[in-house]
């Protein structure tokens, strides 16, 4: 099942730029691991923002949610979440 | 170049069927088209709305508007464009 | 799974009394029906409000979206689909 | 009576580790015991946000309201309330 | 218990004023019977609009909305309600 | 002449205690005080927030804000005014 | 006692021009004997808009709906109203 | 003196198309010849919708307004007005 | 050129009273300055906020950005500025 | 191809001024460069606001990320980037 993420960063301006390196760093690692399952199969940077929107396939909210969450930067994100079902005139 | 687009439809109560079939079955069949010829990458439903989700692979913003404004249902639809850059975790 | 579905209803004002009533009649039947098969679990009125919030159980985003596009009334409807996962204070 | 209610919760970022904790820890007590004692009907997390929607079942505005900012966790958060009243096309 | 109620009213431009005046006139008589009960404790205009803050004293949501969906021009309004509680700094 | 005033507070979070208490302390006084003098009519807590809604009778807008901006959480609240006229259907 | 306003203009698309100039003239007549009245203090155009903003000076909030809700245009119009108090740094 | 104008365009689905297409060629004859004038200096689509930004060049806010209330598409624009100041890091 | 700006200020919690003093009483000296001139014909309280609507008469854009970008509360006020235009039905 | 950005900037109080003053200073300069490369074609203030609209011309919405997200204000400012496209009615 498909769900399209936007996620908007925000690091506290006073946070040390080695523990924000740091975060950053432990996030890509995690994010890659789950684009090469499978899960997060999109991850697209919005043009002028820290930001971005991404596309996951699991199985349910709830595998969904664990991932979210375990995300280093989730303190710092706001996202919204959004379920797509199959469109009829999809040729895939 | 990809870009996200949100299209939101609205048709006019009283648009007789017969119209909003017509109008219907000559958008399938261009997105369709788009579709095939690679443009028209992702088209996705929006759980419980009439609306989509999309994501088109275009060469120039012209070229994206050209074809947007060229669908059966533009006149009744809503749309926002955001445009999408290479993000530095992704895998692709 | 679980989905918080908000559902606003919004008939045009010339549409002829018995047609309305006719719609909210099969509308009511098809609800009951969905409510019985235990997919669509709560049904509650917004107080003051031609609204609802429910929440539906079902297994896939198509499953749900192929319900709720079914609903007599989905064209005069404004929906927003929230999906729930697990609470871990939840002591169900 | 019924109310829904939504919680969005926002902890300052230089909240010491082990009062966060501490704070959750008695959040999540409570929870259960209202929970337990039928006022706390419904508890789920919002996928992907640091929120939840909820279901209270209590006799009373002054009641709920009581019992809302007694929760450990409420100065940090949110709420958005919504008196709930019985849909005609509910089978229960 | 009571309920803060904002009433918007957007009648349809080519309602004929004869059915306007009377939907009005039946909305002002059901007005000031729910007022004399009791039911209806307040109603001030919103200065410069086509709109009213309410203050209802009622025993349950379902009573709420059962008095409110019996407005004549229920069907031409959209309405806010806020529930009230008991505030600690009040005199009475 | 009625307002209607919507008051919602937020106290930083790094405010001691003590300090909380004390400005907390007097507001509720003051607030006690206006109420007592006929000038403060009404005053509501919103449910599940850190906020309320007053109806004030004063004789001019100035004499409204110099009290509003005399309260000691005034620099810790924004505020929502609204005048509020005769209705044509109060019985009042 | 001063209040700034707001108003937006919006004219049903198929109402006769005749019938839109009329109500128009009959605004314009009765805007200009409020000017000299001393009442509608300012009236200026909100460039690109079929918009303005006004400053009225009245008694009270009775005074200011009445006036308002006399207008011509009245049942074409949204209105925003804002009472304005004594600026300490003003030189008036 | 510059300012920004974004136009969002919304034409009535009844309206006849050849009524349309009338309005919209004189739209395009007056807006060349401001062009031409080097009033309206720029003028671009906003990809995906039926709007345009532009930037306008002129002596006063009444030029501005009596320009743009005598575009045959005003009654069915919305306008936003943004007066644009010389930026200090800017080289022009 | 008249110009209609709305100001609302939010001083940092943690400044030092003795320098919003400064502040302030610099910003009331540098606004009467300017009221003198002429440049700042009004000056009105928003009732109830740390707020003001004001209306400037300038030459261009860029003397009002340069003077407003000199109050000394700049950096804590955010700013609406409208440009208004002369109204046909004004007596002016 | 052709963006319209808009740049807020919000520099945290408590940022020493000296700091503030170098990252300004570097900004400037890089913003001269990429104006004087033809990149950044236009660069005007919104007034009243520590903000900007600006125009880019660019190759693709990675050479323009690459640019904006290289700002040394960067992480001081929100933005909005949209597309433009040839408009038309435009005679360029």
Chains 1, 2, 3, 4, 5, 6, 7, 8, 9, 10 share one sequence.
């Not at 925000?10 to 499978?38: F, N, W």
């Amino acid at each position: 099942m498909l769900y399209l993420v936007r996620m908007d960063v925000r690091l506290p301006h006073d946070m040390p730029p080695a523990q924000a390196e740091e975060i950053k760093s432990r996030e890509k690692a995690y994010s890659q691991e789950l684009q090469r399952a499978g899960k997060w199969q999109q991850l697209h940077r919005v043009v002028g923002e820290y930001a971005n929107y991404s596309v996951f396939d699991v199985d349910s909210h709830d595998e969904l949610h664990t991932m979210l969450s375990a995300l280093p930067l989730f303190p710092y994100m706001t996202m919204q979440v959004t379920p797509l079902a199959h469109h009829p005139s999809s040729i895939r």
